[in-house]
């Protein structure tokens, strides 16, 4: 019964120790997660603020404006950040744990060095789990709402767009109306113009041109209207309500009320088209699908249309052809056989074989454009699908490349992320121009720097139990002083060989 009993008590010991250690390596990974988190998110965020800061500067935004348009650019910022923060975080624990010979205690207790990487792995299929939700559906609605708000933003108070030397369009009444400025200069610290003129034609029976030396520009207290003051200028209205109607008016001083110019932001979300960023797995599906059916039936039209043409040459239509010709035109055409043409042909009706041409080549250009519709939104979803199974790629090569240079401290966790994400993020680009070139289909060419890196990290995680897989001297300097040495050792035995 000792037997037994002893044998439960060890599982029981050895199920506690395993326990104990997958505790304290997710406690260690999670600091250095958020840490990589933030830092990497902080910077690509603002280097995307920095470009598109000038679409919200000078438009009198509110604060809920520009908080809403910083909240919404954080997501595709995270689907960048949050793959890298994975290496970083793993890199970062697994040469803490080596310099301080922590894995080398667990060895010594017992524990293999592959065994280290199962609660790693776990974390990895979450964090991959989390990563497909969010691609599936966070980003996608972000990325919508951002196009929107951008767009809203960008119709705005059209006092802030005016441009000088060109002709400005400015809707009124709420955009029932439109004029249309022109103005040499335009001080926008002062709000003033100089040598302005204003286009009115709402009134078809009264066109009105406006010309002024100069003029300033203000909002009411709402910022909805906008009253252009001028000075020293003249107006010209054509009025066709009469013959000959015709009247030029002299000022010193005239204001020109624009009511109802929508300086207020007007929010139009959900109001436009989402394009291949801005739609979820079973959108970008359905959509390919919707395109490949209508490939399909281009495809079909195009070859009926091509056999239609064949039996039209030979003089044979058939009975439920559109394009039968009548006994005229296949009297016409036979006379002009008689004269050098192909007997019995119907290729010498030109404005027939040109419409047969024309559409031909009309559905050819409309087939290739559903075919890179297709392929653009495979693509999309593709990648969005990598992306998220890089965080699983990156915690399985992390661990093992740590331990290859067990003091690589800091420096290894900068150096080895920033050739990773660099040569990772160079695969996806260059995946993506590959299936633009139909060199390969998308679930090929967007899984080749996973299927790269994740086979790198198979090779190096089968050779953690072995000695000679790491650098036991400590660190890189002192890889390259014992690579020295070898050589030194080597060049003295050549030499010692050579004077016997």
């Known amino acids: 019964m000792a037997g037994p009993r002893l044998s439960i008590l060890e599982l029981r010991y050895a199920v506690m120790r395993l326990g104990v250690i ?78 301080h010979n922590e894995l080398t205690a667990m060895a010594a207790g017992g524990v293999r060095p592959a065994r280290v990487l199962v609660p790693l792995l776990g974390m990895g299929v979450v964090t991959t789990l989390g990563m497909l939700y969010f691609n599936d559906q966070v980003l996608p609605e972000a990325n919508h709402r951002l196009k929107n708000l951008l767009i809203d933003v960008g119709r705005k108070s059209p006092t802030f767009h005016l441009r000088e030397g060109v002709v400005n369009k400015i809707e009124a009444n709420d955009r029932l109306e439109s004029y249309f400025l022109l103005a040499d200069r335009i001080d926008r610290d002062s709000n003033t113009l100089q040598e302005v003129t204003i286009y009115d034609w709402n009134n078809p029976l009264h066109k009105r041109v406006t010309h002024a030396t100069r003029g300033t520009m203000a909002f009411n207290e709402a910022q909805t209207d906008l009253y252009l003051t001028l000075y020293e200028g003249q107006v010209r209205e054509v009025q066709g309500d009469r013959e000959g109607g015709f009247q030029w008016v002299f000022f010193e001083k005239q204001i020109v009320p624009l009511r109802g110019i929508g300086n207020e932001l007007d929010r139009q979300m959900g109001g436009l088209e989402r394009g291949d960023r801005e739609m979820d797995f079973a959108q970008l599906r359905a959509e390919a699908a919707e395109r490949v059916a209508e490939r399909d039936s281009v495809r ?12 039209m040459a ?30 019995g042909s119907l290729l010498a009706l030109d404005p027939v074989t040109q419409r047969i ?3 031909t080549r009309s559905r050819e250009t409309r087939e290739s454009s559903l ?18 199974f890089a965080c699983l790629v990156f915690t399985l090569l992390g661990p093992p490349l740590a331990l ?32 633009d070139r139909r060199f ?20 190096l995680a089968a050779r953690m139990g072995r000695s000679q897989s790491t650098v036991r001297s400590g660190s890189w300097r002192d890889s390259w002083l014992r690579l020295a040495d070898l050589a030194r050792q080597r060049v003295l035995q050549a030499r010692t060989g050579e004077a016997a």
Do not use: C
Request: hydrophobic share 50%.
């Open 22 to 99: 997958t505790r304290y390596l997710i406690r260690a990974h999670i600091g250095p997660f958020l840490f990589s988190l933030t830092a990497i998110t902080g910077l690509i965020f603002l280097n995307a603020v920095a470009q598109r800061i000038d679409s919200l500067v000078g438009k009198g935004l509110s604060w809920t404006v520009v908080v809403e348009f910083l909240i919404l650019s954080l997501p595709h910022t995270v689907a960048l950040s949050l793959p890298m923060s994975v290496l970083v975080a793993v890199l970062y624990v697994f040469s803490e744990l080596t310099e």
């Open 371 to 388: 075919e890179e519709q297709v392929n653009r939104f495979r693509v999309e979803l593709q990648k969005k699908w990598a992306i998220a």
């Open 357 to 359: 041409v024309t559409g």
């Open 404 to 435: 290859r240079f067990p003091r690589g401290g800091v420096g290894l966790v900068v150096a080895a992320s920033a050739v990773i994400f660099g040569l990772y993020y160079m695969g996806l680009i260059g995946g993506e121009s590959l299936a």
């Open 314 to 343: 030979l003089g044979r239509p058939d009975e439920g052809d559109s394009l039968v010709v009548s006994e005229m035109q296949r009297a016409q055409a036979v006379s002009e056989a008689n004269t050098g043409g192909f007997p």
């Open 440 to 459: 390969a289909g998308p679930i090929v060419t967007m899984w080749i720097p996973n299927a790269v890196f994740g086979g790198v990290g198979l090779v």
């Open 300 to 311: 079909m039209q195009n070859r009926e249309r091509v056999m239609e043409a064949v039996r």
